[in-house]
């Protein structure tokens, strides 16, 4: 079992790794699955594991994005040059230049991200159900109309984030390979994190909060670090989203809340919310099946896409992923009570009457 | 003996309608106490306001020497004083070792977030399944707590509670709606966490049958006041008492 596991995970590693090699023509689609990943991977920390439905995780993968955008064209060029070409034609950079702005905005971006996230969290992860969501929801909003009208980061007329060095080799496949280890290591480290206790607290958040605080559970930290840990994937994903894309607009790339920050949580809810693989699977299907509809099918995209989301969530209410582990489960439990009942304490384990 | 937690003068009134009128009430470490009263004599209020739920208007709890009116529910979980509620709760969608592995106490000298992102030590997972084996739901340690039929979850709650090694347990109705049988089981082993594990408890219970067994000694509301204190024995022959439940003659 554990063998056929690891064997698993390394064909799904090499499938990766080749995947921009054999379908070249494909490299920019399959970058963007890996984002959908992370977006839906990071939704799911406190949407899924934790119960609190989140609109506005976008607002940190805005922030990531306009962050490395911004370190990218002040490291290297004053705001005034940068004007005075127009933005793109002169940003030219070294390879070095590029890579360290890239990197340096994308921990600035992430620590940014982290900040915010513990300071909004403070205030509105107080707020529960439909509170929470609807705060949140304001969130993303408000925070795409500051971007659109702050003349630092450009306003309405957006960012043009730099030309890629072509001496870096071809610019789709260096994004691939980003967003491909980005997911990697966002599910591995997920992966560690929800087998601890703090995953075991995440969960018991979700099922019953008030429990949990009348069982002495720190429940304000263990949110605050949950909603910190969604922010920095996601601020890590958005400060290459925006070079990836070659402009940075405020609500259609960087706090893109009617697009990306609601595929997330579909992404989530299809694959099946609270699982690790989930929101993977989701992501998977979300986004080959939006591209197909859009390639093939374009003015009804929007309405199958609905439609579909509108089906899963009617008739696999626990997603995909959800469903199946039911299905096992229920399978398990049956086969496993029945030879225990004979066996147990009669005066105690025996059900009400 | 001294007392582990001490009620004095605490009211609290929600709008105009006073649920509880300067009680007084205080339990010895050790001891079990009772609290019984008519439906909306403000027993259950009495409970949110020790353990920090409800603001108390004026009056001081005082639990092992330290005030802690001002202090949040989970503070005051973790200074070790527990309540279980009237209707269960349990984390429904994680199995029952699951739900006892959580409820492992974060106190004690170690920093509470390294041990955060480590794996649930083994002997916690003993623990939790030898307290599981205690209450009689070792069989269903894999099954999900909200699949437990709702005698089944209170016993479950309890283990919990067990679980995060309290001073003091406070317990709202252990046995309501549970059936007869189960109900001598839950009272074996209040008795035994009591006498094995030294957890001093104060129990609100209506079944005046569990309660005279259980409590050395009891305390009655009605109408938000203290109506009456003393022995089983002494509050059960008090006239006041007779007629609060029953209705004066």
Known sequence: MKAARAAGYVALTVAAVAAPF???????????????????????????????????????????????AVVQRDLFFGVEEYAHVAGGVASQLAPLQYLGGLALGLVLGA???????????????????????ICTLGLGIAMGEIAGGTDYIGAGSGLVTPLFPELLGERNRFFYFY????????????????????????????????????????????????????????????????????????????????????????????GGRGTLWGPVIGAMIFHVSREFLWTYLLGWDRMILGLLTVLIVIFLPLGILGWLRERTAGRAAAAAVKPSSSTSQPSLSKSQP | MSALLQVSKVSKSFGGVTANRALSLSVDAGAIAGLIGPNGSGKTTLFNCIVGHHPVDSGSVVFAGREIKHRTVPQIARLGLLRTFQQTRVYGAMDCVQNMQISAPQRGPENARQKLFRKVPAVVTEKAESLLEFVGLFEKRRLRAGELSFGQQKLLEFAMALMNEPKMLLLDEPTAGINPTLINGIMDRLLRANAELGITLLVIEHNMRVIMNLAQHIYCLAHGSLLAAGTPQEVQEDPRVLSAYLGAQ
Request: glycine content about 12%; aromatic content about 14%; charged content about 10%.
């Open chain 1, 179 to 270: 967003f491909m280890l980005l997911a990697f290591t966002c599910f591995g480290v997920l992966a560690a994190v929800y087998r601890c206790r703090f995953g075991l607290a995440l969960n018991a958040i979700r099922d019953n909060e008030d429990k949990a605080e009348a069982m002495g559970l720190r429940t304000t930290r263990y949110k605050t670090i949950a909603w910190c840990l969604s922010a920095v994937f996601l601020a890590l994903a958005g400060g290459a989203y925006g070079n990836f894309i070659g402009f940075v607009d405020p609500v259609d790339t960087a706090f893109a809340g009617p697009t990306l920050g609601v595929w997330m949580i579909l992404m989530a809810i299809m």
């Open chain 1, 111 to 133: 620590v940014l991200a982290v900040i915010a996230a513990a300071v909004l969290g403070a205030g509105i992860l107080r707020l529960r159900g439909h509170y929470f969501a």
């Open chain 1, 22 to 68: 054999v379908l070249p023509q494909y490299q920019s689609q399959l970058a963007l699955l890996w984002v959908m990943v992370v977006l839906a991977l990071s939704w799911d920390i406190v949407g899924g594991q934790m119960g609190y439905n989140s609109f506005g995780n976008i607002v940190f993968f805005g922030i990531g994005v306009y962050t490395t």
